[in-house]
């Protein structure tokens, strides 16, 4: 696990995705960006990020995953307040459609898969991972 | 009548006539002969006579019925004398002529009694007439079912005829009765109204008429309507009588209910697709009206029988009629439910016996229930519909003063009838919403599982553009060979995976087409799984998962090479997916004498989740999986489609578990087919009861 960010920069990223390539890509992208990545490929590894005390200023959230889905993980951080402290701003990354509202109650934003432009999602990920930006 | 030709002959012209028809008699014992033939209308006697006289016969004649009547004149050579006269009147004549007779006189006196005859016996016929008209009439009642009655009012009494008794149940000869012993036969909440509707119509000067209900002595209701109109008194007003009919109307009655009934019946039946909830409905609906107690039993698609509905009239009894729902009927009985379900055929049986329920009832709490509820008659009525049996109705009478006529058994057959087609509605509603609701989860989890590799080439070629742009921008032109080698490998993987998806999504529609057509070569199945294994190698390096392979060397039959394939590698993948990271053991055998055919088994084991007992025939269905939910990708048709690949090759395939502890995967595919490509239908048939003989060599 990472040790907690001291630097006072938020440019610290959870990324949940059970893909391997899908995550592997979307660190390097993330990365080339100078953007530190925490890759984990399920809720359970990012509910154990977390509670190691890693402290992102975003969380990309995959919603369909083995283990524990994005459904039940967002379910944990919004009724922790710890949780959420840690981490503030999540955005969802699904390729499905019609979940129901109050299940991504809290979430900043969605980004669909597949990812038709990544300097958009750039630019949504750099919204919450600025400098000076929590 | 005369002992002289001469003088028979002499009166016979004075008196002939074409109107008239005479008879002579040369003596008494002739004459009485003749007498007991024929009717006479007069007869003219010689008084002296050898051997019966005159006036022996006329005493002779009026003591008979026959001839008593027959008017007597008597003809004589005697001198006219007043006891003469005396003596033929007291024999019984009407009058006496003395010889030498004057024609003039002799043939107005015989003129005056034929007349008479003749009026008599016109009379006599218009009594017959009369008499005959008023037993037709009488019989038309009858056969009209329609009485007639009459009520003296001042005296009280009431007289009646035609079909009167039957209607009412009285004596056939009719004796007569007051106002209140005929009210007392109508049903009770109509005897009060009919009361004050005679009383009414008596009073207004108004015609009456009403409907009401006659309780028959058994206990059965008797529809009729009666009609009628008070006589009054010329002079002082008051009412004498009051007569009518009575008609029997039970069955337009009856048809009047029945519409009723089943229009009611079509209400509840289209109010509501959820079907357990509208036979209930029904069921209440039909109480008391066709039955006392009924039950609905409905086949399942596994052919067992599922009690549904059982209800009750009495509110008391209705716990008592839900134990009923422990016995179900049983499959392969001779009679109801079971043979009716079976046959599509209704039973009927009036005035069930003890012994028979006996036979019926499972056992001494089935029999106890079955005697608490009351059986006396009952009609069980097959639930068809588009020629199939969908379940049966039972309707049960439960006391003997009711028993099922044909009247009933034809609203019954009309009644099961809607109601058929409503269950079969509703089921086919269910059906369809089912199909599109599996269908529309099917699309979430195909389009997810297509976006997935989608995704992946996406980023891939947009962050290898980015890699480029970079390139030209800092004007190196130099591209990181490595890193696009990367990019294209991972790329061609994922475009493989769509189109491995697109392929299983392309399976689906053939196997639903029926059009999955294989194209049989030599393959070797030992061959076949080395291969795939070291297909997967990569993968089960990078899990660290062991896989050993027990095979004999070339174990070849005539299969389809990619299909096998299909079949090895879906196990294989399948054992990775949910094998928890442990060792799979794969074996290939061949058996030679375990069945009808030379054939080959494939075993694929693991040590992971297992399946659990529920879901081992299911995860052989379209769109299932073990586990629920999005946890683990796939499209999950992965064993359906081995399972019509197996079956088109007369195989079959079947999975053995224990939860937490793994499972084992068996396909037995015969070495050669005899039927060819087109036998899906008759899959498996070699190897009937195959599984069962395999788990017993398992366990």
């Known amino acids: 696990m990472m040790a907690p960010d001291s630097s006072g920069k938020h440019r610290k990223i959870l990324l949940v995705e059970d893909d391997p390539d899908i995550?592997?890509?979307?660190?390097?992208?993330?990365?080339?960006?100078?953007?530190?990545?925490?890759?984990?490929?399920?809720?359970?590894?990012?509910?154990?990020?977390?509670?190691?005390?890693?402290?992102?200023?975003?969380?990309?959230?995959?919603?369909?995953?083995?283990?524990?889905?994005?459904?039940?993980?967002?379910?944990?951080?919004?009724t922790n307040e710890e949780l959420r402290q840690a981490a503030p701003s999540v955005i969802v990354l699904t390729a499905a459609v019609g979940i129901p509202a109050q299940e991504t109650d809290g979430v900043k934003g969605f980004i669909r898969k597949p990812v038709d432009d990544i300097e958009l999602l750039l630019e949504q990920v750099r919204q919450f991972c600025n400098l000076g930006i929590r | 009548m005369d002992d002289t030709k001469e003088n028979l002959l002499a009166l016979e012209s004075l008196i002939r006539a074409p109107d008239r028809l005479i008879f002579q008699a040369s003596s008494g014992k002739e004459a009485l002969e003749l007498l007991l033939e024929h009717s006479f209308g007069l007869a003219l006697l010689d008084v002296q006579m050898p051997e019966m006289n005159g006036f022996e016969l006329a005493v002779l004649m009026r003591g008979t019925s026959r001839t008593s009547h027959v008017p007597i004149v008597f003809v004589t050579a005697a001198s006219p004398s007043q006891e003469f006269t005396f003596k033929g009147y007291e024999s019984g004549g009407v009058d006496v002529l003395y010889k030498p007779l004057n024609p003039f006189i002799v043939e107005s006196k015989v003129r005056v009694f034929v007349e008479l005859d003749r009026q008599k016996k016109a009379l006599v016929q218009v009594e017959e007439l009369q008499r005959e008209s008023k037993l037709r009439y009488e019989r038309s009642l009858l056969a009209a079912d329609t009485g007639t009655w009459e009520w003296n009012i001042a005296q009280n009494v009431a007289t009646y005829s035609g079909a009167e008794s039957r209607l009412f149940g009285f004596p056939e000869e009719?004796?007569?009765?007051?106002?209140?012993?005929?009210?007392?036969?109508?049903?009770?909440?109509?005897?009060?109204?009919?009361?004050?509707?005679?009383?009414?119509?008596?009073?207004?000067?108004?015609?009456?008429?009403?409907?009401?209900?006659?309780?028959?002595?058994?206990?059965?209701?008797?529809?009729?309507?009666?009609?009628?109109?008070a006589t009054y008194d010329p002079l002082t007003g008051a009412p004498i009588s009051l007569s009518g009919i009575n008609l029997d109307i039970t069955v337009q009655k009856r048809l009047q209910e029945d519409v009723k009934f089943l229009a009611e019946a079509s209400r509840i039946l289209i109010s509501t697709l959820d079907y357990q909830t509208t036979l209930s409905n029904v069921a209440a609906l039909t109480l008391p009206y066709l039955a006392d107690w009924v039950v609905i039993d409905l086949l399942k698609p596994d052919q067992t029988i599922e009690r549904v509905v059982v209800a009750h009239k009495d509110p008391e009894k209705k716990a008592l009629a839900k134990l009923l729902q422990k016995f179900p009927p049983e499959p392969g009985r001779p009679h109801g439910v079971w043979r009716v379900v079976q046959s599509g055929e209704p039973e009927i049986v009036n005035l069930v016996s003890i012994e028979e329920i006996k036979r019926r009832s499972k056992n001494e709490a089935h029999l106890q229930i079955a005697s608490d509820l009351g059986i006396s008659s009952?009609?069980?009525?097959?639930?068809?519909?588009?020629?199939?049996?969908?379940?049966?109705?039972?309707?049960?009478?439960?006391?003997?003063?009711?028993?099922?006529?044909?009247?009933?058994?034809?609203?019954?057959?009309?009644?099961?009838?809607?109601?058929?087609?409503?269950?079969?509605?509703?089921?086919?509603?269910q059906d369809a919403s089912e199909a599109l609701q599996t269908r529309d989860e099917f699309m979430s989890i195909a389009s997810h599982e297509l976006k997935t590799p989608l995704t992946s080439i996406s980023l891939q070629l947009q962050m290898l553009s980015r890699t480029i742009r970079k390139a030209s921008v800092t004007g190196s032109g130099m591209l990181p060979v490595e890193s696009v080698l990367k990019t294209v490998s991972i790329c061609e993987k994922q475009s493989k995976k769509l189109g491995t998806l697109l392929n299983e999504l392309l399976?689906?529609?053939?196997?639903?087409?029926?059009?999955?057509?294989?194209?049989?070569?030599?393959?070797?199945?030992?061959?076949?799984?080395?291969?795939?294994?070291?297909?997967?190698?990569?993968?089960?390096?990078?899990?660290?998962?062991?896989?050993?392979?027990?095979?004999?060397?070339?174990?070849?039959?005539?299969?389809?090479?990619?299909?096998?394939?299909?079949?090895?590698?879906?196990?294989?993948?399948?054992?990775?997916?949910?094998?928890?990271?442990?060792?799979?053991?794969?074996?290939?055998?061949?058996?030679?004498?375990?069945?009808?055919?030379?054939?080959?088994r494939l075993r694929v084991q693991d040590e992971g989740m297992g399946v659990a007992?529920?879901?081992?025939?299911?995860?052989?269905?379209?769109?299932?999986?073990?586990?629920?939910?999005?946890?683990?990708?796939?499209?999950?048709?992965?064993?359906?489609?081995?399972?019509?690949?197996?079956?088109?090759?007369?195989?079959?395939?079947?999975?053995?578990?224990?939860?937490?502890?793994?499972?084992?995967?068996?396909?037995?595919?015969?070495?050669?087919?005899?039927?060819?490509?087109?036998?899906?239908?008759?899959?498996?048939?070699?190897?009937?009861?195959?599984?069962k003989r395999a788990g017993v060599e398992s366990s």
């Open chain 2, 613 to 691: 007992t529920e879901m081992r025939d299911k995860i052989f269905e379209r769109f299932e999986r073990a586990v629920d939910g999005h946890t683990i990708s796939g499209l999950g048709l992965g064993l359906y489609i081995v399972r019509q690949i197996v079956e088109a090759h007369d195989g079959k395939i079947w999975v053995e578990s224990e939860l937490g502890k793994g499972s084992t995967f068996t396909v037995l595919l015969p070495l050669r087919t005899n039927q060819g490509v087109e036998s899906l239908a008759g899959a498996g048939s070699w190897c009937q009861g195959g599984s």
């Open chain 2, 378 to 429: 009952f009609i069980v009525y097959p639930l068809k519909s588009r020629g199939t049996v969908l379940g049966a109705m039972s309707f049960v009478l439960a006391s003997e003063s009711r028993h099922y006529s044909d009247a009933d058994a034809q609203v019954i057959e009309e009644l099961c009838r809607r109601i058929s087609s409503a269950v079969d509605n509703a089921k086919l509603y």
């Open chain 2, 174 to 229: 009719g004796v007569p009765l007051t106002l209140e012993d005929v009210l007392l036969r109508i049903h009770e909440k109509d005897r009060t109204r009919v009361k004050e509707k005679l009383t009414r119509c008596i009073q207004d000067h108004t015609a009456y008429e009403d409907e009401f209900r006659v309780v028959n002595p058994d206990g059965s209701i008797r529809w009729l309507v009666g009609r009628g109109n």
């Open chain 2, 507 to 600: 399976d689906l529609t053939r196997v639903r087409l029926g059009r999955l057509e294989l194209n049989k070569e030599q393959v070797d199945l030992t061959r076949v799984v080395q291969e795939i294994v070291e297909r997967v190698s990569a993968e089960t390096i990078q899990q660290g998962v062991k896989i050993a392979v027990q095979a004999q060397d070339g174990i070849f039959g005539e299969w389809d090479l990619g299909r096998v394939e299909q079949i090895v590698s879906n196990l294989v993948s399948n054992a990775l997916k949910y094998g928890a990271g442990k060792p799979i053991e794969i074996q290939v055998e061949r058996l030679d004498d375990a069945y009808a055919v030379p054939c080959v």
């Open chain 1, 23 to 78: 995550r592997q890509s979307l660190q390097e992208l993330l990365e080339s960006e100078s953007f530190e990545v925490e890759a984990t490929s399920n809720g359970a590894e990012a509910l154990g990020a977390l509670q190691a005390g890693l402290r992102p200023c975003l969380i990309l959230l995959d919603w369909s995953m083995p283990v524990m889905n994005g459904r039940e993980f967002l379910a944990r951080w919004r």
